[in-house]
């Protein structure tokens, strides 16, 4: 059974804090991570994406990956009331296509001004 | 450019009621996919369409159909909606990763 982990939360940091949000999966062959933003009654938007292990960064956002421990995170530095949200984990056993894609329940991250 | 847009936004039904769930998207993707969304649980794929004229089971297909009308197009039934199947849907579509959602319909089944 292939399952994506999150903490549920909320996590909440205060305004230009570190905000780190924590993923891990169980199927060791996953090739491809992503980290999609839901706003309240919204779609999932994505963020980050990242195929090897190590980081990749994106203005604020840092994605690391660890296959090894089967972990994947995501950093937000500076974190900006507008960044509440709740961030999902996404792991694809795929890299050219969704068809293998599952996601994590979330995490509602709340930004405190 | 509207990019994955679907119809309705908001649904009332009663058990044993049947309706369409109407997805379309403009950005010309070859693959189109169904997930239902419910709190603590995540985003679960119903069904998908590779391509025109193609249709697989994801995680959780059961009480529902599918028709990949055209490459556009790609609709979702419930012939006798269920309590349990109140939720929250999403429609994406993709050419290769990642996903690029609708804006959800968000059904309840009294």
């Known amino acids: 059974q292939k399952e994506v982990e999150q903490n549920s939360g909320p996590l909440s940091v205060p305004e230009g804090a570190i905000a780190s949000l924590n993923c891990t999966y169980s199927?060791?062959?996953?090739?491809?991570f992503f980290w999609y933003r839901q706003y309240s009654g919204k779609s999932p938007e994505l963020i980050m994406f990242i195929y090897s292990n190590g980081d990749k960064e994106d203005g604020r956002f840092t994605a690391q990956l660890n296959k090894a421990s089967q972990y994947v995170s995501l950093l937000i530095r500076d974190s900006q009331p507008s960044d509440s949200a709740t961030y999902l984990c996404a792991v694809n056993g795929l890299v050219d296509n969704n068809n293998d894609m599952r996601f994590g329940a979330g995490t509602r991250l709340t930004v405190k001004p | 450019n509207a990019g994955v847009t679907q119809t309705p936004k908001f649904q009332v039904l009663k058990t044993g009621q049947s309706m369409t769930l109407q997805c379309a998207q403009d950005m010309n993707h070859n693959s189109m996919y169904w997930y239902r969304q419910d709190p603590g649980m995540g985003l679960r794929l119903i069904y998908y369409s590779a391509s025109e004229g193609t249709t697989d089971k994801g995680e959780v297909p059961n009480g529902y159909n599918v028709s990949r009308l055209n490459k556009r197009e790609f609709s979702l039934r419930l012939e006798s909606a269920a309590p349990s199947q109140t939720s929250v849907y999403f429609c994406?579509?993709?050419?290769?990763?990642?996903?690029?959602f609708g804006n959800g319909t968000r059904l309840t089944v009294t």
């Open positions: 994406a579509s993709s050419e290769r990763p990642p996903l690029h």
């Open positions: 199927d060791r062959g996953s090739q491809s």
